[in-house]
């Protein structure tokens, strides 16, 4: 199985501040990732796919970059309303794994 | 609108059996590969199962072992999960979620707002 791991696992920012989660993959995933958001007791919402593509609607302070086993995801001006943990995910072999999740808060 | 509605959940026994449904509405159902995802209770997300539009492919995380069946019918627009030997471990809120195209099997656009089982005594 592809491992994933992300960092930091949690993190503090003011708004307006800009925010970088990182994502590791344990082999290449040739740009197969996705990132999510999930704020509390909701579902999953897909916001970053194949690493760099903006899911319609979503807000373009949220990016994504990276290649091979190192991704970035970017939120460029954090909104009160981004408090959150997001998740990336590989899909470049089965079974399909989803790094454990940064939690972003407001400080 | 696409709508995604899980049921079925609840608490059961360690061993029992439970099928959860999800109903989809707002797209053409048969065109599109659908997956279940699971969260434990706040713990992150694990992919669980993903069959394709005709039901001819399918595929289910290695750590199910054979106790989950993924099944689908187009004409009742409708995903299912029948889960039997259920263990503690198994407690979680079950998502399905819809798979946008056939070439992203695992990209994940629509998820349902999730259905809670607990395997408890």
């Known amino acids: 199985d592809i491992q994933m791991t992300q960092s930091p696992s949690s993190l503090s920012a003011s708004v307006g501040d800009r925010v970088t989660i990182t994502c590791q993959a344990s082999h290449d995933i040739n740009n197969y990732l996705n990132w999510y958001q999930q704020k509390p007791n909701k579902a999953p919402q897909l916001l970053i796919y194949d690493t760099s593509n903006l899911e319609t609607g979503v807000p373009s302070r949220f990016s994504g970059s990276g290649s091979g086993t190192d991704f970035t995801f970017t939120i460029s001006n954090l909104q009160p309303e981004d408090i959150a943990t997001y998740y990336c995910?590989?899909?470049?072999?089965?079974?399909?794994?989803f790094g454990p999740g940064t939690t972003v808060e407001i400080k | 609108e696409v709508q995604l509605v899980e049921s079925g959940g609840g608490l059961v026994q360690p061993g029992g059996s439970l099928r959860l449904s999800c109903a989809a509405s707002?797209?053409?159902?048969?065109?599109?590969?659908l997956s279940w995802v699971r969260q434990a209770p706040g713990k992150g997300l694990e992919w669980i199962s993903y069959i394709s539009g005709t039901s001819t492919t399918i595929y289910y995380a290695d750590s199910l072992k054979g106790r989950f069946t993924i099944s689908r019918d187009n004409a009742k627009n409708s995903l299912y999960l029948h889960m039997t030997s259920l263990r503690d471990e198994d407690t979680a809120v079950y998502y399905c979620?819809?798979?946008?195209?056939?070439?992203?099997?695992?990209?994940?656009?629509?998820w349902g707002q999730g259905t809670l089982v607990t395997v408890s005594s």
């Open positions: 707002g797209f053409i159902f048969s065109s599109y590969n």
């Open positions: 979620a819809r798979t946008p195209s056939v070439v992203t099997p695992g990209e994940f656009d629509h």
């Open positions: 995910q590989q899909y470049e072999n089965l079974p399909f794994t």
